[in-house]
């Protein structure tokens, strides 16, 4: 099949890419992620991407320019998720509120769009190799984003293949992020950090 794979970074997509081609798919890598913050952790993380694409052989596309990155206009849709009084079925398990289902679904809606508009049959993502997202709601967000567009959400667990991944990435001398990628989450896990000092 022709295939979209939403890359989020290149740690997490050397698997999904492996298990993917092994599969006989044509992939076509898609890095959208105007999560990531600051700005030069996003040039990292993009750059992670494109050695990914590279080492599998793959050709790596992204958003029109314009649309790739807007951190301020971000922000505002994720914090309005957040404290959305309906939060629909994906609302979070954890202390984010909405705004990581906000996150997976508007990635993933943009994928199945783009993976219409370059003719292929399908999409899936990287994001269904992390071990610390809510697995079952991107599958759900990916599913409908594939019946939104017309194009089929192909779901895998790669969660299996975490150490493998991890192993790979360093042999690569791929960049590895230390938090998930909006700032959110970057002040969040120092907040994790104060609160275990207080509470030993
Ligand atoms: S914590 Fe991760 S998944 Fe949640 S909103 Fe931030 S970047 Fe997105």
């Known amino acids: 099949m022709k295939l979209l794979l939403h890359i989020c970074c290149g740690p997490c997509a050397l698997m999904p890419l492996a298990v993917l081609r092994e599969e006989g798919h044509a992939l076509t890598g898609y890095f959208d992620n105007p999560n990531i913050q600051p700005l030069a952790e996003y040039m990292r993380r993009r750059e992670g991407a494109i050695q990914a ?5 793959i050709p790596l596309v992204f958003p029109e320019r314009q649309q790739e990155y807007d951190a301020k206009a971000w922000c505002r849709e994720a914090l309005a998720a957040a404290y959305s009084e309906d939060r629909g079925e994906e609302k979070d398990t954890n202390e984010s509120g909405g705004r990581c289902a906000f996150c997976w679904t508007s990635r993933l809606r943009r994928s199945a769009a783009k993976a219409k508009a370059l003719g292929l049959s399908g999409f899936t993502s990287s994001l269904l190799y992390s ?12 599913e409908r984003a594939g019946e939104e567009y017309g194009v089929r959400f192909v ?8 150490q493998q991944g991890i192993e790979r990435s360093k042999a690569l001398n791929i960049y590895r992020q230390q938090y998930c990628g909006c700032l ?8 994790r950090a104060f609160r275990a000092l207080e509470n030993p």
């Open 53 to 57: 694409a590279e080492h599998a052989g």
């Open 131 to 142: 071990r610390h997202q809510n697995h079952e709601g991107i599958r759900k967000a990916g």
């Open 155 to 162: 779901y895998r667990d790669f969660r299996p293949l975490w």
């Open 184 to 191: 959110f989450s970057e002040e969040e896990r120092y907040t």
